[in-house]
Structures are given as structure tokens and as C-alpha cells.
């Protein structure tokens, strides 16, 4: 039986959390494609380097940069040997370029050039990578290709494909599904619309008579929210300003409740001042959907322009389908109706929710 | 207003381009050393003994018992360096056999050992569950089967482990592994108090064993809302052993809970290197405001970022107390604790879900842990204090 300090010992090490003091090994590989070659550099942690070929030569446990200039040449002969490009199937022609030191947060890195010339434009390509997972079962190899990471787990070989343009789409389906499914979002943009086909000439209101006024009054506030919530959206997706989110949604149904007071009281007449203003709010709701979605942090900008562009068409599907309606019952009752009641539920649906959500 | 709408979403997209390479990671600039001697990084000094054993093991690849005390010392180097190179060592160590339904009983442990290290419980269960039925007699392996069947909430599986080992080892062994399972099932006050008894009543004996009892009674303590005995018993523990991160954690918990953050602090200064010790250095440092604040929080980022970028759901423990308590972020905070408690079911994870469920006003989100807590019938100061700003009944 073993002895009871291993068995303590063990269970310790059990009972905790995995307490772990350095990164697990990784090696990055970035490549860009440009025509049929690809350029870039494979870096790997000059202590992983010395367990797969021995650096160390004097076995001191200091690793000097003159035992390790030394063994340039082995280490390429190791990269060459577990390292493989292909062109939709076909072998490409790589080169290993001189190494030299880079520091990551864990430590000092060998940075290897790699290029390599395919025989066509590749369309995807399959990167065989075997290092260090032999020794290492945990090792990691990160290929960057393309604004795309994968994660080679082992031997076999994985496939990037260079014209994905599939992300960009989900996350413009995303804003649309995001527009259509936030409720408070359609309300305050319906509070700010409702009235527009309904005008103040000099001191009193009446039905607006030309279609046309009526869309160019609709297009400015549309317009005028999108470059608000646009704005903070960004600002806030890239960390620039970052809001607690009990704050942001408890003002975002505060601005609902504005833009339905608005339309009872009549305060503001200039209706896309309303939309810029309480629409800098709306876009740090967005900002936290598109963070929960999993930001890609090398597409940023694209997924932001998707999903913005995703939540622009989202709302003009709703204008496009309710303004037609509106011009052709603003004459009616049923307007005066929706107006005035359908304000009024939206103003205490959203004061309901503002308290909900404070209170959250 | 279009062409302004159009000039504001660019300039918005041109302001994100110059921000958002700092979220890249980009490749870092390489440099060349002036002189050949400069050190360029330190590796474990070469154990001519570890070399031999390896160039045996590669002339007979099918030693086994070559490659187990070789992963065995990985594994032990793991426990000592915190450094997970270690672990992924010992696995490829044991490759030939890794993937075997029925490998050798000392890979078994083994095995079991590093997938539990990698949280993967399910895995670290079905195996030793194979090898408490092999040796029902192997105190480590009843042990360790304890430990992972109380993590994943298989309360009767782990006293039924922590009972096997009465005859085996000694008593204060079978109580201190026994002590969680009362504790939960609401019996701290007599786990306490036998544990005490016990400790006390063993001056000496193995440092290993009683540092482990200390850090349990302080458990025991802390869940009965008396941080002062579970801070005292905790720094008898760390005298026994320095090194006990896991000792040294939950005092610097028990200093934060009392407000004496900056206490906990200094306990942790110097130690960052351990993610764990990081994480609440950060938040310690972030509550006083504290010379270090900026720095550490910067690393835990990036750590955080890290181990996204590898895939690894390891450290979901610490990402959701960083999300709550440094990035004020409740709503990622709960969807983690929550990822979390899908995974291990200990006190300190429920304790975690409540207190994100709580911080984002979702009571929903803590039904879960509520089920857990009536199931159970567990007392614990911080998870009742929870529990009761939830509105929860018991």
C-alpha cells in the first residue's frame, strides 16, 4: 500500500481547483494568402523546443541564445518534417525562413518564417501538423489563417477554407433576428413612427397629406437611430466604454417609455432627436447581444457591420410593412385609437418593465 | 441625414479598426540577442536517471510499468509546478494504453488522475469506478473516486468510497474525507466538531494528512459563518505547508468575505503565476484600489483570452468570480457560473451561481442551486445569504 503522505497528498491535489501556473503548451502558426502563396510564421515556446529536440546542451536547465542559434538548423529539420501545406489537395512548396526570439505572456518563442507556393490559388488549404504532440498530448497547435483560428488537437490534418464568407451572414441574421425578437427595441421605434403621419401645421395637427413628407419624416428618424445605436454599438463592442447591463436595459425601457410619453404630450416635436439621443442607448443593448453571440475577436469589424447591417434591415422590414398602413388609416379613428391608447400601453408596459429591470 | 448617418457609421468603424487590433492577437515583433550567453529561457535541469528510463522505455516501448513511473512523475512535477506541460506529458507518455477500454490498473489511476485535472469527470469517474472494482482495497483510488464523485454531486458514491478505506488508512483520513459529505447534508456542526476532536487529538503525525484535515475544518468553519476559526485553522495549515494553494486560496476567501481585502492581497503577492492565486489577487487588488490593480486585471484578461483561443473550459471557476466582482459583468458572470455548475457541483459552485444569480436579479437562473440546496439540506453561511436576497424559502 502506498504511503499515507502520496494518499493525502493526492486527495489535495484533487480537491483543488486546477491551479495552474504557466499556459498549457501552444504554438501559433499564422499564414496569409495572397495569390498562390502563403506567407507567415510559426511560433513555438523555446521550452517546448528543447523537450522535443534537446536544447539544453549542457543540461544546466538555462537555455542560452547561443545553444539555441546552435540548433537552428535541427529545429527546422523538425519543423519540415511535421509541418505540411496543401492547396485544395495539391502539395504546396514551403520554405523556412531564420528563426529569431519573440516574448509571449508565457515566455520566449522561436518565430519562424514559413512561406509557401502552391501550384493555384488556393481555395482552402489543409495544414498536417504533428509537433510536440508526441510528448505533449495536451500541446495545442493555433493556426491563424484568414481571420480564422482552428485548433489542431493532434496529428490529423485540418482544413481552412479561404473564401468562408458564412460568419459575416449569421451575424446579419443575427441583427434581424435580434431587431424582431427585442421587443422594446420595436416598440420604441413604432413610438417614434406612429406619429408621423400626423403633422402640427402652425398650432394645430392634422393628417399629413403627402406620402412623400410622411417617408422623408420616417427616413430621418430611422436614420437617425441607426447612426446613434451604430455608434455605441461600436464604441462598446470594442471595450471602449463598457456600461453594467442592469443599467443599460433598465434605461433602454426608460426610452420607450420617452418616446410613448412623447406622443401623448407632444414635448418634442423634432422626433429624430429622440431617436439619436435614446437611440445611443438602444446600441449598447445590441453591443452585449453581439458579445453573448461570442465576439470573434479577428472579424470584429465584420461581424459588427453584419449585425448592424442585420438590425437595418430589420427595422426597415418593419417600416416598410407598417407605413403603408398608417398613411391609409391616418384619417380614421382607428388611428386616433392607436395613437392615443396604443401610446399609452406602451408607456406603462415599458415603466413596468424599467421598474423589473432596476429592481433586477 | 443619410450622408451623416453614413459619415457617423464610418467614422464609428474607422474609430473600432484602430481600437480592435488590441483584441487581435497579432504576431509579436521578434528580436535577436546581442551576446550567445544570454538566457533565453530555463528549463528542469536534466535528471540523467529520467533520460535513461526514457531511452528504455523508447528501446521497449511496451514497459508499461517503465511508462507509469515515468507519467507518475510528470504527474507529481504537475502537483508541485502547477504547470500543466506536465500533465499533457504523462498522457503522452502513456499513449499506448490512453485509449485502451481496459488499460492496466496503474494507467487506470493514472488516467483518472489527469482527465480529472482537465475536468473531465465523467471520464475520471467511469475509470476508477473500473478500478475500485479491480482493488477494492486501493486507498488512493477510493480517495480519489471520493473526491470526483462529491465534485460532480454523488454524494452516496463518494461515502461509499471515504467508508471502504475505514480499515486501510488512519481515522482522521476516513473523517476528513467523510466531513464534506456531512457538511452538505447539512451536518456541519457535528462534522466539526468530530474533525476537531480528531485534529487535536493527533499532534504529528503525517504533515500532508494534516494540512489537508486543517484545510477541511476550515470549510467546515467557514460554511458555519466563523470566519476567525476558519482563517486560524487555515494559517496552521499554511505553516505546515507554504505551497498549499489550495489552503492559501480559501484564506484569502475568507479575508475578502470579512472585508480585509488588502489582507488578502499581500497573502497572495508575488504568487500571480497560479491562475487561481491571480484571479483574486485581481479582485483583492481591484476592491482597494490597490498599486497593482491595472496590471493584474490586464493579466487575467489575457489569460482568460488565452485559454478561449485553446478551447479550454477549465477555468470557468475563476472567469465568472473575475466577470462578477472586476468586469461588473453579472450577466456573463451568471452564464458562466451557470456552464460552470454543469460541469462540478461543489459548495463554492453553488455558492458562485447564487451570488451571479443574485447580482443579475434572475432568481430563475438560480433554481438549480436552490433544488441542490432543499435536496441536500445543506447550510452554508454564504449560500444562505444568497439564498435569502433570492426570496428562497427552505
Known sequence: ?360 | MLALGAVGLAGALTAAAFVAPERVAAAAATYVPSRPEVVVATVPTRDPDEVAARRSLAAAPERVELAVELARDDVERYRVLSDPRYLGRAQATLARWWKLAEPPPDVLFLRATIEQAVHEFAEARADLDRLVRLRPEDAQAQLTRAVVATVTGDYAAARQSCRAIAGLVSAIVVATCEAPLDAIAGKADEAYARLATLVSATRGGDPGVRGWALTELAELAYMRGDSDAAAAHLRAGLALDGEDAYARNLLADVLMATGRSAEASSLLAGREPIDSHLVRRAIAEHEVHGRDEARLVAAMRERIAAAAERGDRVHLREEARFALAVELDPARALRIARDNWGMQKELADARLLAEAAVAAGDREAAAPVIAWARATGVRDAMLDRSLARLEVTR
Open chain 1, 1 to 360: 500500500m502506498m504511503r499515507a503522505g502520496w494518499l493525502a497528498v493526492a486527495a489535495c491535489l484533487l480537491v483543488a481547483a486546477p491551479a495552474w501556473a504557466h499556459k498549457p503548451s501552444d504554438a501559433h502558426l499564422r499564414l496569409d494568402a495572397e495569390g498562390d502563396a502563403l506567407t507567415g510564421r510559426l511560433d513555438v515556446a523555446v521550452r517546448d523546443l528543447d523537450g522535443a529536440i534537446g536544447l539544453d546542451g549542457d543540461g544546466n536547465g538555462e537555455i542560452t541564445w547561443g545553444e539555441l542559434s546552435a540548433s537552428a538548423p535541427r529545429i527546422a529539420e523538425y519543423v519540415a518534417q511535421r509541418l505540411a501545406i496543401r492547396a485544395d489537395g495539391t502539395p504546396c512548396t514551403e520554405r523556412l525562413g531564420s528563426g529569431a526570439l519573440t516574448e509571449l505572456s508565457d515566455g520566449a518563442y522561436w518565430a519562424l518564417p514559413v512561406s509557401a507556393r502552391c501550384t493555384h490559388e488556393p481555395r482552402s488549404i489543409e495544414i498536417a501538423y504533428s509537433l510536440l504532440f508526441d510528448i505533449d498530448s495536451m500541446h495545442r497547435g493555433l493556426a491563424h489563417v484568414a481571420g480564422q483560428t482552428v485548433i489542431v488537437r493532434d496529428a490529423r490534418p485540418v482544413r481552412v477554407a479561404l473564401d468562408d464568407a458564412t460568419s459575416f451572414w449569421s451575424f446579419v441574421k443575427e441583427g434581424v433576428w435580434h431587431i424582431w425578437m427585442g421587443t422594446d427595441h420595436i416598440l420604441f421605434l413604432l413610438c417614434l413612427i406612429l406619429p408621423a403621419v400626423f403633422q402640427r401645421r402652425v398650432q394645430r395637427w392634422s393628417a399629413a397629406d403627402s406620402l412623400r413628407d410622411v417617408c422623408r419624416e420616417v427616413f430621418e428618424i430611422v436614420t437617425a437611430f441607426t447612426l446613434a445605436h451604430s455608434i455605441t454599438l461600436v464604441v462598446s463592442a470594442v471595450g471602449l466604454v463598457t456600461l453594467p447591463s442592469r443599467f443599460v436595459e433598465t434605461a433602454i425601457a426608460l426610452s420607450v417609455v420617452a418616446a410613448a410619453l412623447n406622443n401623448l404630450l407632444r414635448t418634442v416635436d423634432a422626433r429624430w432627436a429622440v431617436a439619436f439621443a435614446l437611440g445611443l442607448l438602444h446600441g449598447f443593448g445590441f453591443s452585449s447581444v453581439l458579445i453573448d453571440l461570442g465576439l470573434p475577436s479577428r472579424e470584429l469589424i465584420g461581424a459588427l457591420l453584419g449585425f448592424n447591417l442585420g438590425v437595418e434591415l430589420g427595422q426597415a422590414a418593419i417600416v416598410v410593412a407598417l407605413l403603408p398602413v398608417l398613411f391609409w388609416i391616418r384619417r380614421t379613428m382607428a388611428y386616433q385609437a392607436l395613437l392615443w391608447a396604443g401610446s399609452g400601453a406602451v408607456a406603462i408596459i415599458a415603466m413596468l418593465w424599467s421598474f423589473e429591470r432596476f429592481a433586477a
